[in-house]
């Protein structure tokens, strides 16, 4: 059973930065494919940004890129996710995710395990 806890959300002006840090515990942290998703007020839970096991590999929606970067640490069982200039429609409860199936992923039905979310609220 993997446990995930999402840190580092509050509130942050327009063009302003956050860091969000998602630690593991159980099983081995280094064979996950890892996400960050996001869910704002009544929409659909979306894809965000992923890297691979390795970290070699990422991938990010379009409306996040040149904005934001994932990364993780294997050796501390955390991925984070970097925003910086961040805008009002960023605005969502941000949830971190584990993939045991595949090396990477987009795609939310493919992710075992999720954190309970950190809220992110971006003021104009």
């Known amino acids: 059973q993997v446990q995930l806890v999402e840190s580092g959300g509050g509130l942050v002006q327009a063009g302003g930065s956050l860091r969000l840090s998602c630690a593991a515990s159980g099983g081995t942290f280094s064979s996950y494919a890892m996400g960050w998703f996001r869910q704002a007020p009544g929409k659909e839970r979306e894809f965000v940004a992923a890297?691979?096991?390795?970290?070699?590999?990422?991938s990010c929606t379009d409306a996040v890129k040149g904005r934001f970067t994932i990364s993780r640490d294997n050796a501390k069982n955390t991925v984070d996710l970097q925003m910086n200039s961040l805008k009002p429609e960023d605005t969502a409860v941000y949830y971190c995710a584990a993939n045991l199936k595949v090396p990477i992923s987009t795609f939310k039905g493919g992710y075992s395990y999720w954190g309970r979310g950190t809220l992110v609220t971006v003021s104009s």
């Open positions: 890297i691979s096991r390795s970290g070699e590999s990422t």
